[in-house]
């Protein structure tokens, strides 16, 4: 079955950096990819990029571009999100999702990780 | 603040059917297809309803999805206490460049 396994919380201090990372296993796909979705407490999720399975394309949100970097290890399926110049309002649970993406847009996210929460706190 | 605008909530009895409502522009659901999802408290976010209308594997057809224009609806027939949940939409915007959700909508049954 699909599984999307994430690395534990983190707690960092403002301006540090974080790396989230996402294991995907029990699917082979040539066209699918891994997004990072964010959801701060109380608030609803927000999309912060994708990163492709197998070509290495790449979308980032506007919000974040600059200050996230998604890569991915093929070998080990792990993909990873770092975001860096970390404040207070990042403090919000992380997901990894597989969500097929085209040369245009991304069609949604099917199967999910557990999320990591990552905490800034001076 | 979302493109993407639900009710706030939603509250209905067991058994009853409920509609949930996402309002957009040409920019989002106009022009992409819409996905709804489940999230119950401090869980990920479940796809119930892709492409607008499908479910995946093992979804219940008690749920279902439409699109017309600039909006799009999940309904939920037969509700059940387990139901009780945030709902929210999501879609393409081609003018963010970006997946968006919507600001979601709790359900009470």
């Known amino acids: 079955q699909v599984q999307l396994v994430q690395s534990g919380a983190e707690v960092k201090k403002p301006g540090a950096s974080v790396r989230v990372s996402c294991k995907s296993s029990g699917y082979t796909s040539t066209s699918l990819g891994i997004s990072w979705v964010r959801q701060a407490p109380g608030q609803g999720p927000e999309w912060m990029g994708w990163?492709?399975?197998?070509?290495?394309?790449?979308k980032y949100a506007q919000k974040f571009q600059g200050r996230v970097t998604l890569t991915t290890d093929t070998f080990t399926r792990t993909a990873y999100m770092e975001l860096t110049s970390l404040r207070s309002d990042d403090t919000a649970v992380y997901f990894c999702?597989?969500?097929?993406?085209?040369?245009?847009?991304?069609?949604?996210?099917?199967?999910w990780g557990r999320g990591t929460l990552v905490t800034v706190s001076s | 603040q979302s493109v993407l605008t639900q009710p706030p909530s939603v509250s209905a009895a067991p058994g009853q059917k409920v509609t949930l409502s996402c309002s957009g522009s040409t920019s989002n659901i106009g022009n992409n297809f819409v996905c709804w999802y489940q999230q119950l408290p401090g869980t990920a976010p479940k796809l119930l309803i892709y492409?607008?209308?499908k479910r995946p594997s093992g979804i219940p057809d008690r749920f279902s999805g439409s699109k017309s224009g600039t909006s799009a609806t999940l309904g939920i027939t037969g509700l059940q206490t387990g139901d009780e949940s945030d709902y929210y939409c999501?879609?393409?915007?081609?003018?963010?460049?970006?997946?968006?959700f919507g600001t979601g909508t709790k359900v009470t049954v």
């Open positions: 990163i492709s399975d197998y070509n290495g394309n790449i």
């Open positions: 999702t597989r969500e097929f993406c085209d040369t245009t847009r991304c069609f949604g996210g099917d199967f």
């Open positions: 492409e607008n209308n």
């Open positions: 999501g879609t393409w915007d081609s003018s963010l460049s970006a997946y968006v």
